[in-house]
């Protein structure tokens, strides 16, 4: 078994700023791709910024330059880091992970979700 926990949610006036972390604990043997999701009420629940265990990094197009994704291999964590946020950037936040556990299997896991409130 695999679990992601989520924290680093919250409230926060337009123009602030928020850091999120997700870590992995389990029955782990490496992680090859670490992301967040978001999902709006009313929407579908969409890529925020992921990136590989080679370096490669994909960041939505309303993200780019307000956001940085990061992970610590070491920790089986990964951050988002949100600047200048917007009330549109409002939803709830989903941690993602492609992972190779112990038995040599690959599992995708998602975390239960933290929520991230824009005001404007």
């Known amino acids: 078994q695999v679990q992601l926990v989520e924290s680093g949610g919250g409230l926060v006036q337009a123009g602030g700023s928020l850091r999120l972390s997700c870590a992995a604990s389990?029955?782990?043997?490496?992680?090859?791709?670490m992301g967040w999701y978001r999902q709006a009420p009313g929407k579908q629940r969409e890529l925020v910024a992921g990136g590989t265990r080679g370096g490669s990094t994909k960041y939505a197009d309303s993200v780019k330059g307000r956001f940085t994704i990061s992970g610590d291999n070491a920790q089986n964590t990964v951050y988002l880091e949100m600047n200048s946020l917007k009330p549109e950037d409002t939803a709830v936040y989903y941690c993602n992970m492609v992972v190779t556990n112990t038995a040599r299997s690959q599992l995708i896991v998602w975390g239960q979700g933290t929520q991230v409130t824009v005001s404007s």
């Open positions: 389990g029955s782990i043997f490496s992680i090859s791709y």
